[in-house]
């Protein structure tokens, strides 16, 4: 089916430990989330087949709404096209689960178009085995043996401007030729040519009687300028290829959908490419996802997706592996309590092997939620040179923040979810927090490019879900100083003053959805958004509207006031004041993740009325 | 709305199949076997070369020959043809007076281009054991499948090695009193060492002393992982790293079989393999087949399940029920739950995902009618 005709759309997203399906349909002529639902992914041994986590998810999302989606018919899954109120127009997958894509990388120098085809690869699933470049000194053998040792899936040749001097790249080109040839058993690579576009058809010539060969527009056209984009999209290709070809039975399910299965980064990367161009305020959209064996953040700067995906820190099958690059020492900074290098290894392991467990303990959870920040300021560390940033600079104005991955999104309270962010990327100014909690934005990155308007009208409501909006100060504060007075005019008419003290959060009591109009006035010496005064207009979020006095850079408390001050904070943040720590089992007190959440359908139904 | 928790088969008997498969990049080494045939645990069904290094030989070079195609003349190999250390490739002149280029390593020529011979070095030879005893299945070039009957226990972790042997429990004292026996006539001498509690770098020092054939423990430190894998007979974790309660059921099924001997398979667990760590102890099945184990259950009332996170670890209970709301639990996350009754009759409220089945047969399953 053409997408112009289509209505309702069934995405699926594979994590490696969650699939989640979405349904869009139109409901009074508009695109909207009409369900969500989710089952654990089935990719690994011993079931290695991910139709069956993605039958499993369509199964509830049918009981749920009373829609039949799956088909009975042997060589369809779903009932396509949608008739008398079953089944579905169109069926799209993305998909991060599996391991990632081993990369040898060639190019002409290693500052320039090996800079730019590390960039490129950033925005799939990918394990850069080694690089090879002019100025690699290595003989004939050892580079042949480079490019073979580790076994790519993929050999990425870059180099060369546009119509550029080609002898240096086509030697270049020769030795990969030379090692494939060698292959006599096992997979032979398939090679993406990014380069020179005066050369494509040398390398055609060279490589595509040995293997397949893609090709993309040249990354590096001109010295100046720099087009990773084309390369990207033909990655994404690639990338289902490999996964067609793995086992998972992925294959399957690429089947069902037009466009195979797209790795989720580069939906991410398409959905903040959208976002970017919608009018907005700050620097553009910041999306954090950290999932259970990679982790991304993709900026939009400048109207452009920046992004940085990391195969090696995840929350379950790459923890340990996390855990050595955030180190436990810098995981020890975000804990209330004592643990010993030792004990957080054995947690770090013991969640590679059950990768889908959940904490069982309020410790335990305090534990991924300290992995979960210092993921994220290891992701931000990663890009602050490709944000322009130097070392120390906070970070851009982006607007708004989305975060995604369980660890993020399903925090015991909304509030916690929004302290996270506010903790590990420490936002300055007017900030607003949106989680994704249905992995959605992924799904519609992709859409955005068959059917922009069920992107556009899928994000108005209630894909996303606001967490709330953040204010946050820039400028030297102490603790205990006062540094905003706050005055908050709630959808009752009622006003509540407050003083925000240096080190203290604070969130406006008001309800998820209703309309706050604040005035606020810092001290002198303090900023939001380059002014002392404001009068603003906001919609509370799940997490209501917080105004954050900690200061930036955030000085973190020293160990013997820790516990204390992780406590007011995470108090503050889920709408209580003070009082002493809970007891372990003080989640039976607290509101649930459900009541601050709406569902979809709810959203839906408010949005209609 | 049903739920498939992850499985980890713990079995008293149960039909056990499993494929034993080359790495990829082996060159096959002929082995006699036919499917039909019975295999003992040790008998090898597969083996093959893996070969790694490339050694690119300029035959052009090593005689001073600038001319390719008259250095290419004196080539002895052919692409394709298997070689071994010492080998002549290459040879000028005759008699006496000839002077040989020979292969520096076991290998295979992968290609000879104009006067410059290319040899994969071969990097070891690998040799497959059926592991469990029973009949095969069948069999390819690459890999067969092989099929038992016997008691299964799936662990936790591995350190890659494997043995068939029979095995014992540790003395009470544990090893320091292992440590003090004479190894020339210990009775654990080539026996796999079961410990209920979890072990130490000085008990796996201690075992590796007294030439034991293996150890099996609830759990160990993480920081062994690397000393483990270095030991040359199997280590397997039922449960996995730190201090951990051992899951009684498992150490249950091994005292009820003591005397028997069983394969302890310490695959490295690897979420992208079909392989994963586990004993199967060989049982007769009295000339029934028993049920094969299922893996993709959806978790009922009823079902027997092991919590596999704090608090509650390592205890089986079975499901009472299976709340429609999501509960809140001990993390003050809400989550979908089960009520779980433990042996001592207390009812416990777990997270979905911190269950998994034992791989009790209930019906076919989905997976099993899709293979």
Aim: glycine share 8%; hydrophobic share 45%; with cysteine.
């Amino acid at each position: 089916m053409a997408f112009e005709h289509v209505n309702s759309l069934l995405v699926a997203d594979i994590g490696n430990v969650h699939t989640r399906l979405v349904l869009i349909d139109v409901v009074e002529g508009q695109y909207r989330l009409i369900a969500t639902s989710r089952a654990l992914t089935t990719a690994a041994p011993p079931l290695s087949h991910v139709g069956l986590g993605v039958e499993r998810a369509a199964d509830t999302m049918a009981r749920q709404i009373g829609r039949g989606l799956l088909s009975l018919e042997a060589d369809q899954m779903f009932i396509m096209p949608e008739a008398g109120g079953h089944g579905v127009d169109e069926f799209l997958a993305t998909s991060s689960a599996g391991r990632p894509m081993r990369v040898f990388l060639v190019g002409l120098t290693p500052e320039i178009s090996i800079a730019s085809g590390r960039r490129a690869l950033a925005g799939t699933y990918v394990t850069l085995t080694d690089t090879l470049s002019t100025d690699d000194l290595r003989s004939e053998e050892q580079k042949i043996n480079a490019i073979l040792r580790d076994e790519p899936d993929l050999i990425l040749i870059v180099g060369g401007t546009d119509d550029g001097a080609d002898d240096i790249l086509l030697d270049l080109v020769k030795t990969v030729q030379k090692s494939l040839l060698l292959l006599t058993r096992g997979k032979m690579p398939v090679v993406l040519f990014a380069g020179n576009r005066a050369l494509k058809r040398q390398v055609d010539d060279l490589l595509s009687p040995v293997t397949e060969v893609y090709s993309a527009r040249n990354v590096r056209p001109t010295l100046a300028d720099e087009q990773i984009f084309p390369a990207q999209i033909e990655l994404s290709l690639v990338y289902d290829d490999y996964r067609t070809k793995s086992p998972g039975g992925f294959v399957e399910i690429g089947r069902h959908s037009q466009v195979g299965v797209v790795p989720t980064a580069q939906g991410l990367i398409s959905a903040v490419r959208y976002l970017s161009h919608l009018p907005q305020k700050g620097v553009g959209p910041l999306v954090a996802d950290i999932g259970s064996a990679n982790s991304a953040l993709v900026a939009g700067i400048k109207r452009e997706p920046h992004f940085t995906i990391r195969t090696d820190l995840g929350m379950g099958h790459s923890l340990a592996s996390a855990l050595e690059a955030i180190t436990p020492e810098n995981v020890q900074r975000w804990l209330p309590f004592e643990i010993s290098v030792d004990e957080m290894w054995e947690y770090a392991y013991n969640k590679e092997l059950r990768p889908a467990t959940v904490p069982g303990t309020a410790e335990e959870l305090m534990l991924e939620q300290a992995f979960a920040r210092e993921i994220l300021r290891l992701l931000v560390a990663d890009a602050r040179d490709d944000w322009g940033l130097g070392q120390g600079d906070l970070l851009p104005a982006f607007r708004p923040i989305i975060a995604a991955g369980s660890i993020l999104t399903e925090a015991q309270h909304p509030g916690i979810a929004a302290l996270l962010l506010l903790d590990a990327l420490q936002p300055v100014g007017v900030t607003e927090l949106q989680a994704d909690p249905y992995n959605l934005l992924s799904s519609l990155g992709v859409v955005a490019f068959l059917k922009p308007i069920i992107t556009v009208q899928a994000l108005e409501a209630p894909g996303l879900v606001n967490l709330g909006t953040a204010f946050s100060p820039l400028g030297r504060i102490q603790y205990g100083q006062d540094v905003m007075y706050v005055q908050a005019r709630l959808a009752d008419g009622q006003i509540v003053n407050h003083t925000v003290r240096g080190g203290e959060i604070w969130m406006v009591p008001a309800l998820p959805g209703d309309p706050v109009e604040l005035a606020v006035k810092l001290r002198g010496g303090l900023t939001i958004s380059g002014r002392r005064r404001f009068k603003l207009k906001v919609t509370a979020g799940a997490a209501g509207v917080i105004f954050d006095g900690r200061g930036r850079p955030l000085v973190l408390p020293r160990p013997r006031d820790r516990a204390a001050r992780f406590m007011q904070w995470q108090l503050a943040m889920m709408g209580q004041r003070g009082g002493p720590p809970p007891s372990p089992d003080a989640g039976a007190l607290l509101p649930s993740l459900e009541d601050l959440y709406p569902t979809p359908e709810e959203a839906a139904d408010a949005n209609l009325s | 709305m049903p739920t498939y928790p992850e499985t980890t088969i713990i079995q008293g008997l149960a039909r056990v199949q499993r494929e034993r498969r080359l790495p990829p990049q082996a060159i096959p080494r002929p082995v006699h076997i036919v499917a039909g045939q019975t295999v003992d645990a040790v008998t090898v069904v597969l083996a093959g070369d893996i070969l790694k290094r490339y050694r690119i030989l300029d035959v052009g070079a090593f005689f001073d020959i600038r001319q390719a195609q008259k250095a290419a003349e004196l080539i002895e190999v052919s692409e394709g043809q298997r070689i071994q250390v010492g080998q002549e490739l290459a040879r000028r002149g005759k008699g006496r007076r000839a002077k040989s280029m020979l292969s520096p390593v076991d290998g295979q020529v992968v290609r000879i281009e104009d006067s410059r011979i290319i040899i994969q070095a071969r990097e070891r030879t690998v040799e497959i054991q059926a592991k469990i005893p029973g009949e095969l299945v069948s069999v390819e070039p690459n890999a067969v499948q092989v099929a038992g009957n016997g008691a299964i226990i799936q662990c936790a972790w591995g350190n890659g090695q494997f043995a068939f042997r029979p095995y014992r429990f540790l003395p009470d004292e544990g090893f320091v009193g292992l440590s003090k026996l004479d190894v020339r006539i210990s009775e654990f001498r080539h026996v796999v060492i079961i410990s209920p509690a979890p072990i130490t770098k000085g008990d796996l020092l201690v075992a590796q002393q007294q030439d034991v054939a293996g150890v099996v423990a609830p759990s160990m430190a993480s920081n062994l992982r690397e000393f483990a894998m270095q030991l040359t007979f199997p280590v397997l974790l039922t449960e996995g790293f730190g201090q951990r309660r051992p899951t009684e059921l498992i150490y249950t099924l091994l005292q009820s079989n003591m005397g028997r001997q069983a394969a302890f398979d310490a695959a490295v667990p690897d979420p992208w393999s079909k392989d994963r760590p586990e004993i199967v102890i060989p049982l007769p099945s009295g000339g029934t087949l028993p049920p094969r184990p299922a893996l993709d259950q959806p978790v009922a009332v009823g079902a027997r399940v092991r919590i596999i996170r704090a608090p509650g670890y390592g205890r089986i209970g079975e499901v009472v029920a299976l709340p429609d709301a999501p509960q809140v639990v001990g993390s003050g996350l809400r989550l979908p739950c089960a009520r779980v009754k433990l042996p001592n009759e207390r009812v416990v409220v777990v997270p979905l995902a911190n269950l998994e089945l034992l791989g009790q047969t209930v019906g076919p399953s989905r997976a099993d009618q899709r293979t």
